[in-house]
């Protein structure tokens, strides 16, 4: 006797010949799993929680996609992702070395201005990058954009990377970087959450605007698909000012003022 099939099975068959799915299986792919960098407050922190995760999850939202994060260093996020264990990563700077290993769309998630750092007793008038002598001692985030014209000109430095930003202000009380380089909203709550003394710090000129973005694993299928629906959700937020309202109420302290 023929053996019967399975009623369940018998259901889903039919519903893919006829170009559906049930509800249930709806949900199989409507969560996006996201590397989390754990270094980047008030963006995002040890959790992978805070201001890229309350954009991205109302962004997805909009689509019926619900986020998965796993916290991890930035660098180690970006080969999470490389290595197909996650479908993205935040917080990455769309520039010439980012393109060439992830898909992106073409909506920021957020924007943000990164300064020179000197401590108070040893600020310079640098106002770009090339302004920068040969040998000056840099620290920076371990696997960080800081933009193309930075690529260019990092050979010159002798650069440091470190993987948390408290290591980086920390490194640069302690006298062992001429300056470093940080996003502005992370100085400014990094001074406020160790609580250093805001008159050893200067914050000079920012060299750099950035598009944040989420990347997406470059080898994936569906990372058109998410990226578009990311797209989608961004600017439903712009669009009704939900996004305003959520950078608004997260308004941080005023930021040091530039030279």
């Known amino acids: 006797m023929a053996k019967q099939l399975n009623p369940w099975v018998v259901m ?4 893919a010949l006829l170009g559906g799915q049930p509800s249930w299986a709806q949900g199989v792919n409507r969560m996006v799993r996201i590397a989390a960098e754990d270094s980047w407050l008030p963006f995002s922190g040890p959790q992978g929680r805070g201001l890229s995760h309350q954009i991205a999850a109302e962004a997805f939202a909009t689509q019926r996609y619900q986020l998965l994060t796993h916290a991890a260093p930035y660098a180690r996020a970006l080969r999470m992702v490389e290595q197909g264990q996650m479908d993205a990563c935040w917080n990455v700077t769309r520039q010439a070395n980012t393109e060439a290993r992830f898909h992106f769309g073409t909506e920021p ?15 310079h008038p640098y106002t770009q990058i090339a302004d920068i002598p040969n ?12 933009g193309d014209v930075f690529e260019r000109h990092k050979h010159r430095f002798k650069i440091q990377a470190v993987p948390t930003q408290k290591s980086l202000l920390l490194m640069l009380e302690a006298q062992r970087f001429d300056l470093v380089l940080m996003f502005d909203e992370v100085f400014a709550f990094n001074l406020d959450a160790l609580e250093l003394d805001p008159a050893a710090f200067i914050k000079g000129r920012s060299f750099y605007r950035s598009d944040i973005f989420i990347a997406f694993d470059a080898s994936s299928p569906r990372s058109v698909v998410l990226s578009e629906a990311l797209d989608k959700g961004l600017k439903h937020l712009r669009q009704t000012g939900r996004y305003a309202e959520i950078m608004n109420a997260a308004g941080r302290p005023a930021l040091p003022s530039p030279l």
């Open 12 to 15: 889903v068959l039919a519903l």
């Open 135 to 146: 040998g000056t001692k840099i620290g920076v985030i371990l696997g960080f954009e800081y």
């Open 109 to 123: 998630l957020l924007h943000a201005g990164v300064s020179f750092i000197y401590r108070a007793d040893n600020v």
